[in-house]
């Protein structure tokens, strides 16, 4: 019969292995205006899930929040710098009528970038390739009722 002692410490050894593997943690750089008191408005009334199969994961850092799985993640960040009026502004209508106006980018790699327009502090989506090999980037209109906890004061032409 083993010691109650290594019986006991096998099992606490055991219940950190399967509740860290658990833990997906995901890295995301802090923005320049994140302790703006909006950001935290925004950050309560982010989805546990965007589209139907990216659920919400844990950042590291304040006023983000992530989507999806370690090393293909959806991610965001509230106080972002402002983007100044650009061509690539859409309105972004969630499907309640509420609309969100967007500028939206892509770079070589095939990285999409959101970062809200007329609103300040600004929010920033970024939505990796691998993210988009699945998915569309329509799943943006999960995140209105976050985002419109900051008042837009302009809207794109």
């Known amino acids: ?66 989507w999806g799985e370690p090393g293909a993640a959806v991610t965001m960040r509230c106080g972002v710098d402002q983007v100044g009026p650009a061509a690539d502004c859409q309105h972004v209508d969630s499907g309640d009528g509420t609309t969100v106006d967007w500028i939206v980018t892509t770079d ?19 939505v990796p390739p691998a993210v988009t090999e699945d998915h569309s980037t329509s799943f943006i209109a999960d995140l209105a009722g976050a985002v419109t906890q900051v008042p837009a004061t302009k809207e794109c032409q």
Request: a negative charge.
């Open 1 to 66: 019969m083993l010691p109650a002692r290594f019986v006991t410490a096998t099992t606490a050894a055991l219940a950190v292995l399967v509740l860290g593997g658990c833990a997906r943690t995901i890295g995301v750089e802090v923005a320049p205006d994140a302790s703006d008191p909006m950001c935290a408005e925004v950050m309560l009334a982010v989805p546990d899930e965007l589209g139907a199969d990216l659920p919400k994961l844990k950042t590291d850092a304040q006023a983000t929040a992530a």
């Open 108 to 126: 070589d790699a095939g990285t999409w970038s959101f970062v809200t327009y007329g609103r300040e502090p600004a929010v920033e989506v970024i």
